[in-house]
């Protein structure tokens, strides 16, 4: 990823027409693809799935960097990279009070991307 990369743009979430209809329903237009590929390569590492997983079900939907790092065997440094890359991805916001940096997950990326892998059932044959 880039070092100059911003926060990633979300694709339309009007409440008339869904974002991302299921990929088994329509294919993926290209457009759509270049937007939610860079979240999907973020959370291809084991260590981002699970930092994301925790911030998102934190007690008031944020956490502290100062409670994630101790999950894992890894330096300061390495989960802060980790970070960095949920952000530049656009799975999560950042906010610095004091000391700490605190994080939230962004929803509507999520719904977005759920939607796009949401497979709907078939009839029995």
């Known amino acids: 990823m880039s070092k100059q990369a911003?926060?990633?743009a979300l694709v339309?979430?009007?409440a008339e027409t869904p974002c991302c209809p299921p990929l088994t329903q329509r294919?993926?237009?290209a457009e759509t693809a270049a937007v939610l590929a860079p979240a999907f390569k973020a959370l291809g590492d084991p260590v981002r799935l699970r930092l994301l997983s925790m911030i998102a079900s934190a007690e008031g939907g944020e956490a502290?960097?100062?409670?994630?790092?101790?999950a894992f065997d890894l330096t300061g440094p390495t989960i802060s990279h980790h970070l960095k890359t949920l952000r530049e991805a656009g799975l999560v916001d950042a906010e610095r009070r004091g000391t700490w940096v605190y994080y939230r997950a962004r929803p509507a990326i999520l719904r977005q991307l759920a939607?796009?892998?949401?497979?709907?059932?078939t009839p029995a044959a």
């Open 115 to 121: 939607a796009l892998l949401t497979v709907q059932p």
């Open 64 to 70: 502290c960097v100062c409670d994630l790092t101790p």
């Open 6 to 8: 911003g926060p990633l």
């Open 27 to 29: 294919r993926v237009p």
């Open 12 to 14: 339309d979430l009007s």
